[in-house]
């Protein structure tokens, strides 16, 4: 991992509960989506997040963004705290972090033209207003592979992987250096999706951009990601390059998660394919939060919470396992 001061975007500590509804007057119990997590995005990279349906994906990215508050730990973006920030400084920085969703038609208005939302983002920061603006759509609309023209279309004329574009270019338009992208080919035919997500690694290439790759899809993360952070119940299990978790998953959950996608089975690691359902994120398991569907825990798996630490001889490897020394 590169030091901390190289980060783009760093979290800290990274925790965020929700409240489970209660009584009138009770706040109901908290659960914690998020539990400590620490994680990087350098400059111009790409990082896969990853892990079952619930485990906190969703709600990291959000807290990478500031959309959604922290309980604790903390976000820096270039080594600003976004919590402590003056609001106009936040401000500010919000033109150079943006929000990619799975549902492009859900976040599009759909009485207003595509060129006028794509337009919005760079007259709320001041960037460009009328003719300047709309030369700026054109050149947005073109740059995701659609035509110029239909800037004065309205989201329902345009296809689902069309409007994925258009949630891109409207991405673009703050020109940022920092995108999260939650699942955003998930909703698309399995025929669009590889050219969105190749649009997404052109533009990265081509932008310098950094982007916090949501998915479920392991095939894509291989494909687009760098790095690769595998979580499982609000926790993360593992973090490394992409090339090489792909090449040699070491912890027992990534083994698991990649022995369930035939084509990424790895013959090398022993591993089971993930039994049973993901327990509840209000009622974890106690210690190693994966122990109950792990092939290999053992009695002290469940007393003590595995930290992420260095996996011995895999570089920039770190692993959040009490057998990471042991593992076949
Ligand atoms: N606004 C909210 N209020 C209460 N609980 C929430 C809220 N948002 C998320 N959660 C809970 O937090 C946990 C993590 O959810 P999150 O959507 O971040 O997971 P995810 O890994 O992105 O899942 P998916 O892949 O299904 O989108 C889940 O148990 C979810 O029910």
Redesign the pocket.
């Known amino acids: 991992m590169n030091a901390p001061q190289d980060a783009l975007v760093r979290g800290e500590g990274i925790t965020r509960a929700?409240?489970?509804r209660g009584g009138l007057f009770s706040r109901g119990t908290p659960?914690l989506?998020?539990r400590g997590i620490d994680i990087a995005v350098n400059r111009g990279e790409a990082v896969g997040v990853v892990?079952?349906?619930?485990?906190?994906?969703?709600?990291?990215?959000r807290v990478m963004l500031r959309l959604l508050p922290l309980t604790d730990g903390r976000v820096l973006f270039e080594g600003e705290d976004l919590a402590t920030l003056p609001a106009a400084r936040l401000r500010a920085l919000r033109r150079r972090m943006q929000l990619v969703f799975q549902d492009p038609y859900g976040s599009l208005d759909p009485r207003r033209t595509v060129g006028a939302q794509i337009a919005d983002g760079m007259v709320i920061h001041g960037l460009a207003t009328g003719t300047e603006a709309a030369d700026r759509v054109a050149a947005l609309l073109r740059q995701v592979g659609l035509d110029p023209d239909h800037a004065k279309r309205l989201p329902h004329e345009f296809s689902g992987g069309q409007r994925q574009r258009i949630a891109v270019a409207r991405a673009l338009s703050t020109q940022p250096d920092f995108i999260v992208a939650?699942?955003p080919v998930s909703a698309l035919d399995v025929s669009i999706q590889a050219q969105v997500v190749n649009l997404l690694a052109d533009l990265r290439a081509e932008l310098g951009l950094a982007l916090m790759f949501?998915s479920?899809d392991l095939h894509v993360v291989r494909h687009l990601c760098d790095r690769v952070v595998v979580?499982y119940l609000?926790r993360v299990m593992e973090e490394g390059s992409a090339a090489e978790i792909f090449r040699a998953p070491a912890h027992p959950y990534t083994r698991a998660l990649l022995a369930a996608t035939p084509s990424l089975r790895h013959r090398g690691a022993a591993a089971a394919p993930l039994a049973g359902e993901v327990p509840s994120?209000?009622r974890p398991p106690s210690g190693c939060v994966f122990r109950t569907r792990c092939a290999f825990a053992q009695p002290r798996c469940a007393e003590a919470v595995p930290t992420l630490e260095p996996l011995p001889g895999a570089g920039a490897r770190r692993i959040a396992c009490h057998r990471a020394a042991e593992l076949p």
Do not use: P, V, Y
């Open positions: 929700f409240h489970r659960m989506a998020l892990g079952e349906s619930g485990c906190g994906k969703s709600t990291l990215g939650d699942e949501i479920h979580m609000g994120i209000a």
